[in-house]
């Protein structure tokens, strides 16, 4: 079977003929339809996150993917039944404590592995197998968007922490911001836009026209440019912001979000930076954390909670909205334009199969 995979040494990610796996006992085999591609992708082909398996020459890449159900092989799902697969499994012969709590997410590093990120294989083949506990049940009119739902339940997860730390008082957020209009900013957005948030901006560093901007607006929220208003001087330009979502990986933004935030706010940090030193005034941030009860919450992977509630969300979302945010589809033998990146492309899609 065909499968996309990156190399040692190699610069670009390539098909290779590998043979197709056999389920083990508790394994279903999944018939992948699509996979997207994001930016970590892009860092593991580059060797800055991730790694391969364990005695491994080669990774397939792939941890956005919607499938089908070919073999249940004794478990509980169905044969033709839709499923999204989770990315965190448990180290093999370690630690399961944080799985069998159902809290992979939580999980420190040492305790898992991710696939086709860091020390498993991807879904990015015409078939993976995995154990039925981490493959989600779908509705089958998400086939071709239901890649999707691994995107959006980080951001499901970002917001339950971000909830969460502000649960010891009374929280009705009105205003919000995302950081970065990439394709995980916009399914912010619209994440947002449809948990009833009154006011949603968002943060780029685009000319228009752009396509994101045209999203952004679309959705009923206000595009701010970065190059006109620092985020300092957002909330007097704008508004100060109960809810901040960082999905830039911009080091800086981390600590500006404390100027962003309004009373009471709390930021999600998102991105995941290089090393990078900052000169800041870290007493003057320190107070404003203390005297306006703001907080800042680190936020990685997901769960199989966060994977249903995104369901409802992409359900909720307008139907044009997944099609705008996927603007390029390519077969598995178009590897080398499927991650190629520019202005006019938000999310590229590899598609092996359809229903």
Same mark, same amino acid.
């Given at each position: 079977?065909?499968?996309?995979?990156?190399?040692?040494?190699?610069?670009?990610?390539?098909?290779?003929?590998?043979?197709?796996?056999?389920?083990?006992?508790?394994e279903?085999?999944?018939?992948?339809?699509r996979?997207?591609?994001?930016?970590?992708?892009h860092?593991?082909?580059?060797?800055?996150?991730?790694g391969?398996?364990?005695?491994?020459?080669?990774?397939?890449?792939?941890?956005?993917?919607i499938?089908?159900?070919?073999?249940?092989?004794?478990?509980?799902?169905?044969?033709?039944?839709?499923?999204?697969?989770?990315?965190?499994?448990?180290?093999?012969g370690?630690?399961?404590?944080?799985?069998?709590?159902?809290?992979?997410?939580?999980?420190?590093?040492?305790?898992?592995?991710?696939?086709?990120?860091?020390?498993?294989?991807?879904?990015?083949?015409?078939?993976?197998?995995?154990?039925?506990?981490?493959?989600?049940?779908?509705?089958?009119?998400l086939?071709?968007?239901?890649?999707?739902?691994?995107?959006?339940?980080?951001?499901?997860?970002?917001?339950t922490?971000?909830?969460a730390?502000?649960?010891?008082?009374?929280?009705?957020?009105?205003s919000?911001?995302?950081?970065?209009?990439?394709?995980?900013?916009?399914?912010?957005?619209?994440?947002?836009?449809?948990?009833?948030f009154?006011?949603?901006?968002?943060?780029?560093?685009?000319?228009?026209?752009?396509?994101?901007?045209?999203?952004?607006?679309?959705?009923?929220?206000?595009?701010?440019?970065?190059?006109?208003?620092?985020?300092?001087?957002?909330p007097?330009?704008? #508004?100060?912001?109960?809810?901040v979502?960082? =999905?830039?990986?911009?080091?800086?933004? /981390? @600590? !500006? *979000?404390? %100027?962003?935030?309004?009373?009471?706010?709390?930021?999600?940090?998102?991105?995941?930076?290089?090393?990078?030193?900052?000169t800041?005034?870290?007493?003057?941030?320190?107070?404003?954390?203390?005297?306006?009860?703001?907080?800042?919450?680190?936020s990685?992977?997901?769960?199989?909670?966060?994977?249903?509630?995104a369901?409802?969300?992409?359900?909720?979302?307008?139907?044009?909205?997944? #099609?705008?945010?996927?603007?390029?589809?390519? =077969?598995?033998?178009?590897?080398?334009? /499927? @991650? !190629? *990146?520019? %202005?006019?492309?938000?999310?590229?899609?590899?598609?092996?199969?359809?229903?």
């Amino acid at each position: 079977m065909r499968a996309i995979v990156v190399t040692p040494g190699s610069e670009a990610p390539h098909v290779r003929e590998i043979d197709r796996p056999d389920p083990d006992p508790g394994e279903a085999l999944v018939r992948i339809l699509r996979v997207g591609i994001d930016g970590t992708d892009h860092e593991v082909i580059a060797g800055g996150h991730g790694g391969y398996p364990e005695g491994a020459s080669r990774l397939v890449l792939g941890h956005e993917a919607i499938g089908v159900v070919k073999d249940p092989n004794g478990s509980d799902l169905d044969a033709g039944q839709l499923v999204v697969p989770t990315v965190r499994r448990p180290v093999e012969g370690g630690p399961t404590d944080y799985f069998e709590r159902g809290e992979p997410d939580m999980a420190p590093e040492g305790h898992y592995v991710e696939r086709g990120i860091a020390g498993a294989h991807g879904f990015m083949a015409e078939y993976v197998t995995s154990p039925a506990e981490f493959l989600v049940p779908v509705p089958t009119a998400l086939a071709e968007t239901g890649f999707l739902i691994e995107p959006i339940s980080n951001v499901e997860k970002a917001l339950t922490l971000a909830r969460a730390s502000r649960s010891a008082f009374e929280w009705d957020p009105e205003s919000a911001m995302v950081l970065g209009n990439g394709p995980l900013g916009l399914l912010a957005v619209g994440l947002l836009r449809a948990a009833g948030f009154d006011r949603v901006y968002c943060l780029g560093r685009r000319d228009r026209p752009d396509p994101t901007i045209d999203i952004v607006e679309r959705l009923g929220a206000t595009y701010v440019d970065s190059r006109e208003d620092t985020l300092r001087e957002i909330p007097d330009v704008h #508004e100060p912001m109960d809810l901040v979502f960082e =999905a830039t990986g911009h080091a800086p933004h /981390a @600590f !500006e *979000t404390i %100027d962003l935030l309004a009373p009471n706010g709390v930021g999600a940090l998102l991105g995941i930076p290089g090393d990078r030193s900052i000169t800041l005034d870290g007493g003057r941030l320190h107070r404003e954390f203390v005297l306006s009860n703001k907080a800042l919450v680190g936020s990685v992977n997901s769960s199989v909670p966060h994977f249903r509630a995104a369901i409802d969300t992409l359900e909720a979302f307008p139907e044009w909205l997944a #099609e705008d945010v996927i603007t390029d589809v390519f =077969a598995p033998d178009e590897v080398e334009s /499927a @991650f !190629e *990146t520019g %202005d006019d492309r938000i999310k590229s899609v590899i598609e092996f199969d359809t229903l």
